[in-house]
């Protein structure tokens, strides 16, 4: 049977159905994501950077295709391997990955990943390597003019695994076994996604990073000037000591100790007193803050330091914190407008994991994982470079992942194809066909 007349019927109409409609997407958008890689060359080129150990006597899909493949679809919402044996289907699809018939399948893609844990650990590391040069060298062609000034934001998160993949460790403080991937963006921009094990403090190998940054940017960028910013895991006296060598400046979180506590007993007594009296007043009121200049020399310092510290009082009780830093400006802006900026990387760890799924480190081999990392990544400096480049100034110049690919990528579409041409027909019920075609034309005239 080709098609089922129904019972019911519309205002007299009766309703047929059938499965003549031809090839239709859900994703027909995803033009949108070619057009962003076609602009920056990325996947192409991280294609290249991956040994392909196959004959290539009998090879039928490329290298270069299954990586546009693999990282369009994270970037379009599908995380598994399984999801592409439908998607390989997918017309939209293989026209903006650049073939017409069914790409890889869940094996093939799979075949993919694991080439690289048969590498040597030296060959597989200077891939992922060339991969973060790759990112950085995109990030550096981002700007129009060098910049006066560059803050490299340095984050860990947990990245939880299920499984016995190969460097899993438990860690207590997050009662789990997992991963601690460093991140490390500029801004919006990423630029490290670099996986590390759970039991490692969240500096490990931060200090090599950093130097490597510093050097990528500067030798494009001699007079950029550079700030490093993160929080009390990332203290390290040997790395601002760095730092401090190669003019960088720094803004990091530093931990609470007895001399510093008794700098700010006056200040804390009198933020109590005065907590008590609005209590006493019935002065509804958020919290009572100071802010203090310290200059301190630890033990392990080779000199004195600036250290800030912020005091607090609020309905749960005293709070204080304590950040060491050699930038200019007064001690509030500095830990309120500057340090604390740096809480919206959250932002961007829930695009990266929950958005584009970096989380998603469940093959057994440790570099197969950290690949999948780099994949996500790339994912996102193509969503990146259509906000960036594509949206500036729309209604979507802010919005996050899932609601990009929700309304520009997730649009039915019915896709024909004949010897001449390819016309993708979106649907007219799309909600943001303004945007659309302001970002694809923008990236087009690239």
């Known amino acids: 049977m080709s098609n089922c007349t129904l019972k019911r019927k519309l205002k007299k109409r009766s309703i047929q159905l059938d499965f003549s409609g031809g090839d239709v997407s859900g994703i027909g958008g995803v033009e949108l994501l070619r057009a962003a890689d076609d602009r920056l060359g990325l996947c192409k080129a991280a294609s290249r950077l991956m040994h392909d150990p196959r004959d290539q006597s009998g090879v039928t899909h490329q290298w270069d295709a299954l990586v546009r493949q693999r990282i369009f679809a994270i970037a379009a919402g599908f995380a598994d391997l399984n999801d592409h044996q439908q998607l390989r289907h997918d017309a939209a699809l293989q026209s903006a990955v650049g073939v017409l018939e069914p790409m890889g399948s869940a094996p093939t893609l799979c075949r993919m990943e694991a080439a690289i844990a048969q590498h040597s650990t030296v060959q597989a590391r200077k891939t992922v390597f060339e991969m973060h040069r790759l990112i950085l060298e995109r990030f550096i062609a981002s700007f129009d003019e060098p910049p006066k000034s560059l803050i490299l934001d340095f984050d860990g998160t947990d990245d939880r695994v299920h499984g016995e993949q190969q460097g899993r460790a438990y860690n207590t403080h997050y009662d789990g076994y997992g991963f601690l991937p460093l991140y490390v963006y500029c801004g919006e921009k990423l630029l490290v996604s670099y996986l590390r094990p759970i039991n490692r403090p969240d500096a490990t190998h931060s200090a090599a990073v950093l130097s490597l940054l510093v050097k990528g940017i500067r030798a494009h960028w001699p007079q950029v000037n550079i700030v490093f910013r993160g929080d009390g895991g990332f203290y390290r006296p040997l790395l601002l000591s760095w730092c401090e060598r190669h003019d960088v400046r720094y803004i990091v979180g530093y931990t609470t100790n007895k001399v510093l506590m008794s700098e700010c007993q006056v200040s804390r007594e009198t933020l109590s007193s005065c907590w008590l009296w609005f209590e006493h007043k019935d002065v509804d009121i958020p919290a009572l803050k100071v802010f203090k200049d310290i200059d301190y020399q630890a033990g392990s310092w080779v000199r004195p330091r600036r250290v800030i510290a912020k005091m607090e009082y609020n309905e749960i009780g005293p709070n204080q914190r304590f950040i060491v830093t050699d930038l200019v400006g007064e001690a509030e802006q500095l830990y309120s407008e500057v340090y604390c900026e740096r809480g919206t990387m959250e932002n961007r760890h829930k695009e990266l994991q929950m958005g584009l799924f970096?989380?998603?480190?469940?093959?057994?081999?440790?570099?197969?994982?950290?690949?999948?990392?780099?994949?996500?990544?790339?994912?996102?400096?193509?969503?990146?470079?259509?906000?960036?480049?594509?949206?500036?100034?729309?209604?979507?110049?802010?919005?996050?992942?899932?609601?990009?690919?929700?309304?520009?990528?997730?649009?039915?579409?019915?896709?024909?194809?004949?010897?001449?041409?390819?016309?993708?027909?979106?649907?007219?019920?799309?909600?943001?066909?303004?945007?659309?075609l302001i970002a694809l034309q923008r990236l087009e005239a690239a």
């Open 358 to 436: 970096a989380d998603r480190t469940s093959c057994t081999a440790w570099w197969s994982n950290q690949l999948r990392v780099m994949f996500s990544s790339l994912g996102y400096v193509l969503w990146q470079t259509v906000r960036e480049k594509g949206l500036a100034g729309t209604s979507l110049a802010r919005a996050q992942v899932w609601t990009l690919r929700q309304r520009l990528v997730h649009i039915g579409a019915v896709v024909i194809r004949n010897t001449r041409r390819i016309v993708i027909k979106l649907s007219s019920a799309a909600l943001e066909k303004e945007n659309f």
